[in-house]
């Protein structure tokens, strides 16, 4: 089961329905998005986006099982048999990965895609950055991050890009949505950030998405620029009131629950 792709990410990151629910409407739809923007909805798409998991979830192998023996307090993602199972085909998995990669990027040449060049550079660098962000553990990692938050959502939709100002609008879109939330939510776990926000972090995302939402719609209004800003941006301030809606009525339930107690 673990040869496969998205299976890992599923077995340690993303178990519960609730976080694949999460999963799926903070990484997969985004993607679909920026690809119907484009006009790529398509099975080419999910050949991009499953080789770019493939290099991700190299990442959490090499954490889990590398990374985490040189940590003080590592978080185990897995049962003890099951991380030592993992642990003696870590060469294995990592290689049917990159395999699976690879196959994705020789598939998409042959199909005709000019910019597979910049697809194959991607993956390539996602692998190096993040094996990066697995040794540095510091405030770094904030940076680290950001970068790898960026390529992670630019992989699977660069190859789509008819023109370097597509990949621009890729690259400035998915920053201020994706890259910089990232990098401040990874910040906001260091005692010496802890305190630059004004408002909790869920309040923080939601008024941040809906000053992108409002910068966006103003460009558009006026200039006739931004609609893929304003498509993101919208849905991200959708999902995220949404979250803090429930999150705040579930909150209320268990008081109301711990008044009756």
Same mark, same amino acid.
């Given at each position: 089961?673990? $040869?496969?792709?998205?299976?890992?990410?599923?077995?340690?990151?993303?178990?519960?329905?609730? $976080?694949?629910?999460?999963? +799926?409407?903070?990484?997969?739809?985004?993607?679909?998005?920026?690809?119907?923007?484009?006009? *790529?909805?398509?099975?080419?798409?999910?050949?991009?986006? !499953?080789? !770019?998991?493939?290099?991700?979830?190299?990442?959490?192998?090499?954490?889990? *099982?590398?990374?985490?023996?040189?940590?003080?307090?590592?978080?185990?993602?897995?049962? =003890?048999?099951?991380?030592? #199972? +993992?642990?003696?085909?870590?060469?294995?998995?990592?290689?049917?990965?990159?395999?699976?990669?690879?196959?994705?990027?020789?598939?998409?040449?042959?199909?005709?895609?000019?910019?597979?060049?910049?697809?194959?550079?991607?993956?390539?660098?996602?692998?190096?950055?993040?094996?990066? *962000?697995?040794?540095?553990?510091?405030? #770094?990692? =904030?940076? !680290?991050?950001?970068?790898?938050?960026?390529?992670?959502?630019?992989?699977?939709?660069?190859?789509?890009?008819?023109?370097?100002?597509?990949?621009?609008?890729?690259?400035?879109?998915?920053?201020?949505? =994706?890259?910089? +939330?990232?990098?401040?939510? *990874?910040?906001?776990?260091?005692?010496?950030?802890?305190?630059? &926000?004004?408002?909790?972090?869920?309040?923080?995302?939601?008024?941040?998405?809906?000053?992108?939402?409002? +910068?966006?719609?103003?460009? #558009? &209004?006026?200039?006739?620029?931004?609609?893929?800003?304003?498509?993101?941006?919208?849905?991200?301030?959708? $999902?995220?009131?949404? =979250?803090?809606?429930?999150?705040?009525?579930?909150?209320? $339930?268990?008081?109301?629950?711990?008044?009756?107690?």
């Amino acid at each position: 089961m673990l $040869y496969l792709p998205f299976s890992y990410t599923f077995l340690t990151r993303n178990r519960t329905l609730p $976080y694949k629910a999460a999963y +799926v409407l903070t990484y997969i739809i985004p993607i679909v998005i920026i690809a119907f923007y484009f006009q *790529h909805v398509d099975i080419f798409l999910l050949m991009s986006l !499953t080789g !770019t998991v493939c290099i991700y979830e190299i990442g959490y192998l090499e954490n889990d *099982h590398i990374t985490v023996q040189f940590e003080k307090e590592p978080t185990v993602r897995l049962k =003890c048999e099951d991380q030592e #199972w +993992v642990r003696r085909r870590l060469p294995v998995l990592s290689s049917i990965r990159r395999l699976y990669a690879f196959l994705s990027a020789v598939i998409l040449y042959f199909l005709g895609y000019e910019t597979v060049w910049l697809y194959m550079f991607l993956l390539i660098g996602l692998d190096m950055v993040y094996a990066l *962000h697995n040794v540095i553990r510091s405030r #770094w990692n =904030c940076l !680290t991050l950001g970068v790898l938050t960026l390529m992670k959502y630019l992989t699977p939709v660069a190859v789509f890009a008819s023109e370097y100002y597509d990949i621009f609008k890729m690259v400035l879109v998915i920053l201020l949505l =994706c890259s910089i +939330v990232r990098s401040v939510e *990874h910040a906001n776990k260091y005692r010496a950030f802890s305190n630059i &926000f004004l408002v909790e972090y869920d309040y923080f995302r939601v008024l941040y998405y809906l000053v992108m939402f409002l +910068v966006s719609l103003t460009s #558009w &209004f006026f200039f006739k620029q931004g609609k893929l800003l304003l498509w993101l941006s919208g849905y991200f301030l959708i $999902y995220r009131s949404l =979250c803090v809606l429930l999150i705040r009525r579930k909150e209320m $339930y268990n008081k109301k629950e711990k008044e009756l107690d």
